[in-house]
Nanobody
């Protein structure tokens, strides 16, 4: 029913910036949260940033606070992630997700819809 498509990934040098976009189609009104998750090889998929879609409340994992900014444009049904001051540790596949519970939007298992991912590679 709901489809999510990420874009904006690529390769960048350390200290650079990227802006990811997630275009959503279908009925997303039952999804309380939208978020960005990332996964590096051999590691668990982790929550990076998320937003409670109705209250515009944002959540960030500690490692990206002050560097990443999540935002949404409801009129375009699009989610964004602005990533600044990138480091090699930010390298991974970034996934857009919709779902959640609304109380805390960085819980991976609470999400029901996922995009295919966009690769972010940061070189030193």
């Amino acid at each position: 029913q709901v489809q999510l498509q990420e874009s904006g990934g690529g390769s960048v040098q350390a200290g650079g910036s990227l802006r990811l976009s997630c275009a959503a189609s279908g009925d997303t009104y039952n999804m309380l949260c939208m978020g960005w998750f990332r996964q590096a090889p051999g590691k668990e998929r982790e929550g990076v940033a998320a937003i409670f879609t109705f209250g515009n409340i944002t959540y960030y994992t500690d490692s990206v606070k002050g560097r990443f900014t999540i935002s949404q444009d409801k009129s375009k049904n699009t989610l964004y992630l602005q990533m600044n001051s990138l480091t090699a540790e930010d390298t991974g596949m970034y996934y857009c997700a919709a779902g959640g519970r609304g109380g805390f939007c960085l819980i991976r298992d609470d999400y029901s819809m996922w995009g295919q991912g966009t690769q972010v590679t940061v070189s030193s």
